[in-house]
Each structure stands twice: as structure tokens, then as C-alpha cells.
């Protein structure tokens, strides 16, 4: 490795790598994009992205296999969740081709910021699509910027899976019944900060949302989704089209049900039924896993398995679906795309 990177502690920090790839859209269709060294965008002031909140973004993650290869996890997946994005802000939308195209590229730009095997580490991937272009009224953009830049990430969990404490947000939702929820934007994140920022001073490790219409269903931890295990065994995990459907969760219902023989599948998950559940987990990209230790809600303290030590299950799940990421376990047919 040429770069200088304590890649063991790494945290979740921007960093301005060498390359980052830039595509722009005007008269109804997308230039052929290119690699550039300049980490700033430039746009109009205008821009509906800035004023109005026409943008979506992505998460994705490059591993290091063991034998030194690079590959991506599902990003095809990724590539259409941002077309649906785009659909339901009436943005341009990115082909898939050019999607994944755009993503090896900036690996391969910046090889050497791919953190080695068994460091936990990753190249944390961030595609964004913005409306740009000279529009003050309220209408969709005409032109649009497509960027994806990386940045490489520290292991989740340093010491091991730790369960943290979270808090159900009573005085706010993050999304609307039939708004943006299920669209990964930033609009979403903004009505959440307050949320988030007052469970954090409160010591807990962010806010837990409930389904918008009713507040009686459990709906995203913080910027994961979530998941349980039953005392009977079985995974479930919150249907709700105001939840943002995670590649994650996915993964871990099709793990659930064909690596570990679980029954499992999507369904309410009522705060007042929290007790039905020995294991609960938060899942995504960035937090992979995350496991729930507890869930406050006023006066109500529900613990699952240990608020110190993660549950069977949850570590089995861990471990398949991190060992797939990571190129240790053979992968479901089309799940792994090698970046050469
Ligand atoms: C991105 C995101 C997730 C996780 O999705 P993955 O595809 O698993 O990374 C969950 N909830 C919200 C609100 C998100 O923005």
C-alpha cells in the first residue's frame, strides 16, 4: 500500500481522495461522464437540489477479498433504488450500466484507498444525483449532476458486535404516510436531525420512528431498518412504504430463510408487541448490523437477549452476511460484482 492509512482506526470522516467521477444532464440526456480531481461542484444558485430538495443519494461499500480483489455487494440494487428515487422526484434517471460503470471507475481511480482484508474496512461509496441548472419556480430541474466520490471507512464495530440503546421519537416522524420515506433523500435526513440529535444528548444511540399515520408500528432505527427474531425463531422485519427499503435487509431476510433455515418475512411490528422479540438488529450499509441492546419508550424499558453480548442469531447473521461482503462465503448467484 502506497497511501498512509491506519486503516484498523478509521472512523466514518470524509476524505478527499484523488478521483471522483462527475456526469451532467442537459437537453434531455447524460454526457459521457468523466474522472476529475476537483471535489467541488459547481452549479447554479438556483439549483432545485438547493432550494426545493430534488436529490437522492446512495451508499455502497468496496471489500477487499483475502486473495487481494475488489468487488461490490449488490450494486445493481443500488443502481435501481436510485432510478426509483429519481422517479418519485422526477429527477433524470441514471442507467444502470452507467451507474455501475460511473462506481468502478472511482475504485479503480483510487485503488490503493481500498483498506486491506481483515482490517473490517471498507471504501465507503457515495453516488449523488442533484438538480441543477437556472429554475427559481417550483418544478422539476431540467439539468441534473451525477457524481459518485469514496471515502475509505472503519469497521463498525471495533471490539465485536456491541448492542447499543435507542429511544422511540415520539415528538417527531421522519417521513409522511404517502411522502418520501421510501425514497433515499435528503429531505428524509433533514426532518430527522432534531430527532436524532436529541436521543444522542438523551445517551442513546439514536431515535427509533414509528409508522407516521398511526405511531403504533415500529418503522427505521435512526438511518437503519429494522429487524427481530421471535422467541419462536422467526425473522421479521416492518413492511411500511414510508420505510426506505434497505439492500441490507433484504439480504439478511434471503440469509435468514436459506443459510439459516429461519422462517422469515415482512410484517407490523407493533411497539406494544416489542416483547415477542429475543434478538433485535438494525441493518444498512454503513452500520451492516447493529444490535439493539434496548428500546425506551416514555416509561417503558424493553431489553432483548443482553445489553452487552449480541444474540445467536444476530452473530450467525453477522457473520454470513459480512463473510459474503467480504468474499470468505460463497455468495447467492448475481449478489458479488468483481471490480478489475
Ligand atoms: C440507506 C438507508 C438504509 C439502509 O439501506 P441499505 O441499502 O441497507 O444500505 C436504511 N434506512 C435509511 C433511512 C437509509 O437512508
Redesign the pocket.
Known sequence: MAVNIDWENLGFDYLNLPFRYISYYKDGKWDAGKLTEDNQLHMSESSTALHYGQQGFE?MKAYRTKTGEIQLFRPDR?AA?LQATARRLRMAEVPTDKFIDAVMQVVKANEEYVPPHGTGATLYLRPLLIGVGDIIGVKPATEYIFTVFAMPVGAYFKGGLVPSKFVISRDYDRAAPLGTGGS?VGG?YAASLQAEVEAKEAGYADAIYLDPSTHTKIE?VG???FFGITKEGEFITPLSTSI?P????YSLLYLAEHHLGLNAREGDVFVKDLDQFAEVGA????AVITPVASIDDGEKHHVFYSETEVGPTIKKLYDELVGIQFGDIEAPEGWIFKVN
Not at 434497505?246 to 435487509?249: G, V
Request: glycine content about 12%; some cysteine; aromatic content about 0%.
Open positions: 451508499g443500488n433504488r433515499k428524509n427505521e438511518s437503519a431498518n426506505l434497505s439492500i441490507t435487509k441493518c444498512g450499509t454503513a
